[in-house]
């Protein structure tokens, strides 16, 4: 694990391992050797496989995303913000909706964790890529606009002391003019050229994405369900660096 500062140069992008279990995700993850992404690690997996699986990556060099978007009272946020540092994630993120003092005490449970050493990166979800304006405001009963909304959060979360957000990319430019050029953003809904959107209401393309100021980029079915895994993260470094 290293500290939030020297992982802002990493490769940008996140390959969601959205599998139903450790042996799936440890044979996706060994197509991409040689290539340094990340690898994010999220509900289904997790709860599938536990947190032996985040040790075994670890232990195969990859950087994790521990994609779990911790939200509850701050006492326990503190405390499954300590898990993850001992486990050895080298990113994980709450709910910004849990408030400033639920956010303070997922850095102050990653910090106590680190004892000095290098902590994670702390990041705070905004709003889902897949909500969008309507249901954010009928259902969810957040009014305002959602661009709005994710920049009070994205404020929230930097006044807190959080290292950075999830946002959709479309919103990352104006998140880095709020909060700062070192505030991070990590964006899911990233679609290659090409791609159905599925379940994503808003999306950009990787090459878009990086453009408007994201730091990350999560890519999950794109490259998991592609026929050829490596293939298809080949393609998208290409295409980001071309």
């Not at 309507?134 to 930097?158: N, W």
């Not at 946002?167 to 990352?172: D, I, M, R, T």
């Not at 090409?194 to 994405?209: S, Y």
Request: hydrophobic share 50%.
């Amino acid at each position: 694990m290293q500290d939030a500062a020297a992982m802002r140069d990493t490769h940008p992008i996140m390959v969601a391992l959205d599998v139903p279990g450790a042996d799936e995700a440890l044979a996706l993850a060994a197509r991409f050797e040689g290539i340094p992404v990340w690898m994010k690690v999220g509900m289904e997996l997790y709860y599938a496989a536990g947190p032996d699986l985040v040790r075994r990556l670890k232990a195969q060099g990859h950087r994790i995303f521990l994609d779990l978007k911790f939200h509850d009272i701050p006492n326990t946020v503190r405390g499954a913000a300590r898990s993850a540092t001992r486990l050895g994630v080298d990113m994980f993120n709450v709910h910004a909706a849990g408030g400033s003092a639920m956010m303070r005490a997922a850095l102050e449970g990653a910090l106590e964790a680190s004892a000095g050493g290098g902590t994670p990166i702390v990041i705070a979800v905004t709003q889902l890529t897949s909500t969008n304006e309507e249901t954010m405001r009928r259902e969810i009963g957040i009014e305002g606009s959602l661009a709005d909304v994710v920049l009070r959060y994205a404020r929230l979360a930097k006044d807190a002391g959080l290292h950075g957000v999830v946002s959709s990319a479309q919103e990352a430019a104006a998140v880095k003019a709020a909060c700062g050029a070192d505030f991070v953003t990590v964006t899911p809904g990233i679609r290659p050229l090409g791609a159905d959107v599925l379940d994503q209401a808003r999306v950009m393309t990787p090459a878009e994405a990086l453009a408007n100021g994201a730091d990350y980029l999560v890519i999950g079915r794109p490259i998991t369900a592609a026929k050829d895994p490596r293939e298809a993260l080949e393609r998208i470094v290409r295409e980001i660096t071309s």
